[in-house]
Nanobody, 114 residues
Framework: QVQLVESGGGLVQAGGSLRLSCTGSESFVGMNDMGWYRQAPGKRRELVASITSRSVTNYADSVKERFTVSRDRAKKIMYLQMSALKPEDTAVYYC????????WGQGTQVTVSS
């Protein structure tokens, strides 16, 4: 059944901050290389941030220095801390393994107003 669930999205003004959460069954999130993806209206889904099981992180150039991906101590939750948000960050955000081994959930909507 459902293995990953995204939450924390909402409406925020440009320059604001938001934290997204991704929860998984057991310690799934901590046992896999994970990624945050987003899809804006009319655009392709893109990987914006990733974190490996060894906690090595990478970011798309468009979000570098503004977004931070992390896991909690128990490695049961993955977070995406988003700061200095821009209208172009508006999208539905999804979490998944980097191998896309889990079906896509409904994601969480992030809307940044100008």
């Amino acid at each position: 059944q459902v293995q990953l669930v995204e939450s924390g999205g909402g409406l925020v003004q440009a320059g604001g901050s938001l934290r997204l959460s991704c929860t998984g069954s057991e310690s799934f999130v901590g046992m896999n290389d994970m990624g945050w993806y987003r899809q804006a209206p009319g655009k392709r889904r893109e990987l914006v941030a990733s974190i490996t099981s060894r906690s090595v992180t990478n970011y798309a150039d468009s979000v570098k220095e503004r977004f931070t991906v992390s896991r909690d101590r128990a490695k049961k939750i993955m977070y995406l801390q988003m700061s200095a948000l821009k209208p172009e960050d508006t999208a539905v955000y999804y979490c998944n393994t980097l191998r896309l081994s889990v079906g896509w959930g409904q994601g969480t909507q992030v809307t940044v107003s100008s």
